[in-house]
């Protein structure tokens, strides 16, 4: 069983910056393939970033150049740092581990982006 539980969310003004947090539970950390994922109200969870075993990223279209997604195995940890925010990056952000075919996810943690 893998726990998740993230951190950093909040209220910030477009143009603004935030960096979330993830700590993961499990001594094979290292192994788990991390991402980012959001949900906005109405809306579809989608994928915001990804990171892998190897260090590989990926990143949703609409976040590329303004997020960076990376990792910190000796402290079991996951970061999205998040600059120019928009009022459409709003939404609750989850942390998402995926390993052994499984998918474990934190509770989430609120973004709103508001003037």
């Known amino acids: 069983q893998v726990q998740l539980v993230e951190s950093g969310g909040g209220l910030v003004q477009p143009g603004g910056s935030l960096r979330l947090s993830c700590a993961a539970s499990?001594?094979?950390?290292?192994?788990?393939?991390m991402g980012w994922y959001r949900q906005a109200p109405g809306k579809q969870r989608e994928l915001v970033a990804a990171i892998t075993v190897g260090g590989t990223t990926n990143y949703a279209d609409s976040v590329k150049g303004r997020f960076t997604i990376s990792r910190d195995n000796a402290k079991n940890m996951v970061y999205l740092q998040m600059i120019s925010l928009k009022p459409e990056d709003t939404a609750v952000y989850y942390c998402?581990?995926?390993?052994?075919?499984?998918?474990?996810w934190g509770p989430g943690t609120q973004v709103t982006v508001s003037s």
């Open positions: 998402n581990a995926f390993v052994v075919a499984q998918n474990y």
């Open positions: 499990g001594s094979i950390f290292r192994l788990y393939t």
